[in-house]
Nanobody, 118 residues
């Protein structure tokens, strides 16, 4: 079982910024590098949806809803993946989950709450 620990959620005003971090303390670096890392979110009453993903060689993908506002990055030596959220909107509110995926495994963190409110 892969342990993913998220941090950085909180309350932010519309137009503000927030940085989420996810670390995988129990993985050795070579194993961490095998995973495509990602952030997903779930708003109340809605299904979980993709926010952004990044491969070990830093190829990124974003949902249309966050493209141009959010930036995903990973540090393979530290086994972390961050999500920089700029110009946040009320509809960015939700629980944000870190994900580690390869062809055989799919792991999730416990989630961190982001609330965008004026």
């Amino acid at each position: 079982q892969v342990l993913l620990v998220e941090s950085g959620g909180g309350l932010v005003q519309p137009g503000g910024s927030l940085r989420l971090s996810c670390r995988a303390p129990r993985l050795i670096t070579s194993v961490f590098n095998q995973y495509r890392m990602g952030w997903y979110r779930q708003a109340p009453g809605k299904q979980r949806e993709l926010v952004a993903t990044v491969t070990y060689n830093r190829v990124t993908d974003y949902s249309d809803a966050v493209k141009g506002r959010f930036t995903i990055s990973r540090d393979n030596s530290r086994k972390t993946v961050d999500l920089r959220m700029n110009d946040v909107r009320v509809d960015d509110t939700g629980t944000y989950y870190c994900n580690a995926y390869d062809s055989r495994n799919d792991y999730w963190g416990q989630g961190t709450q982001v609330t965008v409110q004026g």
